[in-house]
């Protein structure tokens, strides 16, 4: 391709001159001082879930895989709990499970991010060399978008990467009609059957999302289109966004530029304004550069979410050695900063999970990757049994407070359902009203997890049945209320409607229990809430799980749970 030659001379030209202008900055960077550690007893870091020793972390950035090695970068703040002084930290895994640190990928070192290195992606270029686009902060505190690219491509961790003398490549201008303090995060950029590269960057215009579009033939020289990619009234700031294409009728993940009739497209926002992402699910109009969400899809903070919990800032990306599209995830803290600041550490990742368009072509469909399993240690199995209404019982057995956990539900009297108020509409809302002590007709039925021995503190995740116009609904809650005796911690409910019709089939629901951690799996990944919590009794050997149903109804059940080994996290 005419690119590639050029992208080589380009290359060779610019390592000339960045790698000199990085090195002096370089020194500063690499030890920068931490003004907290973390305090000795940490009954609440994770075992498997990612993250590093100490300090805060945010938005995964980046994520790829690069001759077999899986790449994370990440918002790091390398002086304390809090955030700031931003740079992109960075380690590799061979499975998305275990991971080894290596020095920041990405540091302030020019003025086109002096003032911080925001969130970004990775482009895998058609002769497979990985680039970085990103957002800097300049002097200004304006938000431009920058490039970085390997220093030694045969160095398969890319410990080293070196910047563009040319940047920013995209800027706010007057011109332009960009707010400079509304411009960041671009998204992995995809090429077109006409040789041109696109990407979108997300920004606002009053009260209106927008995702910019830019255009180059060189990934060098970009120009920005006079419409966005799309925009949504009343939604605000678009953070990170993430626009990617998905197989119909296949699990199977493509890479980003793939179009075509045997594709749809999903474009997923994070909302500054509310802290929830959500996504819709459309057509990719090639020819006018304008992406139309399919008819039904709610383009509002109302609409699908990946997760209906904590988690913020996702990003996607291709992994070409197993073919599936692998989603990562910000869990931001449900705990006080002075609490953050005394621990030493703030922010988890989720679990990566593969992710496919659903067969009804309406909604996605998450599960976390397959090499998690490899984990799972000494298994606890309770055979199909009946849980008669108030009742529960303890999994014993397993080590509860490091989990994973599958159960599945069978409910055979479904005309005891309780009757669906037409305005509950917000299943965040109703679980609050509906929360795990409050009986029903079927459900609440689920798991107590991380649950102290007298049950003072559990946080319960369960489904409740209701008798719609034409339709079972089924609800499925996290409910915090009861999960810490701390009471400055946020202790928000969380809940989903989940598309499964329990007249046909189970009711799945698979919780992995981390410590401060429970990320729930409701009808085999059609809805997914992730919980951050802080027992301060049910914490160590000293946490329990219960299986429950507090309905007036029995169900049916059955239980496979595992103890979880340590992950390799540094």
Wanted: aromatic share 10%; proline share 6%.
């Amino acid at each position: 391709m005419a690119i590639s030659s050029a992208w080589l001379v380009f290359c060779f030209l610019f390592l000339r001159h960045a790698v000199v202008e990085l090195e002096a900055s370089h020194h500063v960077y690499r030890n920068l001082q931490v003004s907290s550690s973390p305090s000795e007893h940490q009954p609440y870091r994770t075992s498997y879930h990612f993250q590093p020793p100490q300090n805060w972390i945010n938005d995964p950035n980046g994520p790829m895989i690069y001759r077999g090695l899986y790449h994370l970068f990440y918002q790091y703040n390398p002086k304390g709990a809090v955030w700031g002084n931003i740079v992109w930290a960075h380690s590799t895994s061979t499975d998305l499970v275990n991971w080894t640190p290596h020095e920041p990928a990405i540091y302030p070192s020019q003025p086109s991010d002096i003032n911080g290195c925001w969130s970004g992606s990775t482009t895998i270029l058609p002769w497979g060399t990985p680039v970085f686009l990103y957002t800097g902060i300049d002097p200004q505190n304006h938000q431009v978008q920058n490039l970085a690219i390997p220093k030694n491509l045969s160095d398969p961790y890319l410990r080293e990467w070196v910047k563009s003398p040319k940047n920013p490549l995209m800027a706010p201008t007057s011109a332009n009609q960009i707010n400079s303090s509304s411009f960041r995060d671009p998204t992995s950029a995809w090429l077109g059957p006409d040789g041109t590269w696109r990407v979108i960057i997300g920004s606002k215009r009053h009260t209106r999302g927008l995702a910019i579009l830019y255009r180059s033939k060189d990934f060098i020289r970009w120009v920005k289109s006079q419409h966005p990619l799309h925009s949504a009234k009343d939604t605000g700031m678009w953070e990170c966004p993430d626009f990617f294409p998905v197989m119909v009728n296949s699990k199977l993940g493509v890479d980003t530029s793939i179009m075509g009739p045997d594709v749809k497209h999903v474009l997923k926002v994070s909302l500054d304004d509310t802290k929830h992402e959500y996504y819709t699910i459309g057509t990719y109009n090639l020819g006018k550069d304008i992406y139309v969400p399919d008819k039904g899809q709610v383009d509002s903070d109302s609409g699908l979410r990946y997760d209906y919990g904590k988690y913020y800032a996702s990003k996607t990306f291709f992994d070409s050695a197993k073919n599936r599209r692998i989603l990562l995830g910000w869990i931001n803290e449900s705990s006080s900063v002075a609490d953050d600041i005394k621990k030493g550490w703030s922010g988890v990742h989720a679990i990566p999970r593969t992710l496919w368009l659903d067969t009804s072509g309406k909604q996605l469909v998450q599960w976390p990757i397959r090499e998690i399993e490899k984990l799972r240690g000494h298994e606890v199995h309770l055979p199909k049994q009946v849980l008669e209404g108030g009742s529960a019982l303890e999994v014993s057995g397993v080590t509860a407070v490091q989990a994973d956990v599958e159960v599945s539900f069978g409910i055979s009297e479904l005309e005891k359902a309780e009757m669906l108020n037409p305005s509950w509409t917000n299943p965040q809302v109703l679980c609050s009203k509906k929360g795990a002590s409050v009986k029903g007709g079927l459900g609440p039925f689920g798991l107590l997890v991380l649950a102290s021995k007298g049950l003072q503190e559990y946080t319960a995740v369960f489904f409740r049945i209701f008798k719609g116009q034409d339709k079972y609904v089924v609800l499925m809650c996290s409910d915090q209320s009861r999960s810490s005796l701390n009471n400055d911690n946020d202790k928000t409910n969380y809940g989903a409607f989940l598309e499964v019709d329990p007249s046909r089939e189970k009711l799945s629901l698979r919780s992995l229990i981390d410590h401060s951690i429970v990320e729930s799996f409701g009808g085999k990944g059609k809805a997914c809430i992730t919980a951050r919590v802080y027992p301060t009794l049910a914490i160590d050997d000293k946490a329990h799980l219960h299986v429950f149903n507090n309905g007036t109804e029995n169900v049916q059940f059955t239980v496979s749970a595992w103890s979880m080994k340590k992950a390799h996290l540094s």
